[in-house]
């Protein structure tokens, strides 16, 4: 058995998106390791107030433009990070809640990790080197974040399966009382239509 044999199993048997999610906390945090404590930054890096980095890093006389741009980048690269966690939190939850088969769902996700990985690269680092157009940093940002609409919105898709048993979102999370108003109104609604009105 070849190694992509072993990996294409691992990705159709095992469900592994619960665990991409501690992962990208993970990655979102090592900007500011990589480059602000272990690296140039770390003489300029207070724990005490961990806020104040990237104006200590503007006040800093000892550092090239160059190294300081990174360290800039490095922070808003961990504030993106941040901010783009919940809504690939919440997918992952989507897919596992409404059950996205297993391999559409690990792609996914690797697909997502592997995109904000070049990003976080071609945000820091990238914008150095002459041979990386601009918009590159833009375009990864958009290719991650389509990946993960993709995420959320595949398990609302409908399918034979979808269609055959109700979901779960409608049966369990808007379960209306059998006296409430509204009962009725979805009980129409489910009715299919008379011919003379179709017609």
């Known amino acids: 058995m070849s190694l992509s044999d072993t990996i294409i199993g691992y990705l159709r ?3 592994f998106s619960w665990w991409t999610v501690p992962f990208a906390f993970f990655l979102a945090l090592l900007p500011r390791i990589c480059v602000g404590i272990l690296g140039p930054g770390g003489d300029l890096y207070d724990p005490l107030n961990p806020r104040e980095f990237t104006s200590s890093v503007r006040r800093a006389v000892t550092l090239d433009a160059v190294t300081r741009g990174r360290i800039e980048r490095s922070e808003y690269a961990l504030s993106n990070a941040i901010e783009n966690l919940p809504l690939f939190a919440i997918a992952v939850l989507a897919a596992n809640v409404e059950e996205l088969d297993i ?3 690990n792609l996914l996700c690797l697909t997502y990790i592997l995109l ?3 990003y976080m690269w071609v945000y820091i680092w990238g914008q150095d080197y002459y041979w990386i157009p601009p918009f590159t940093r833009t375009l990864v940002w958009w290719a991650a974040n389509v990946t993960l609409a993709h995420l959320y919105l595949s398990p609302g898709t409908p399918s034979n399966e979808l ?3 109700p979901s779960y979102w409608i049966t369990r999370a ?3 009382p059998n006296s409430h108003a509204l009962g009725s109104v979805v009980d129409n609604a489910r009715r299919p239509l008379p011919e003379s009105l179709m017609d």
């Open 174 to 176: 808007i379960k209306l």
């Open 103 to 105: 391999e559409t769902r």
């Open 163 to 165: 269609e055959e048993k």
């Open 13 to 15: 048997d095992e469900n």
């Open 116 to 118: 904000r990985i070049l």
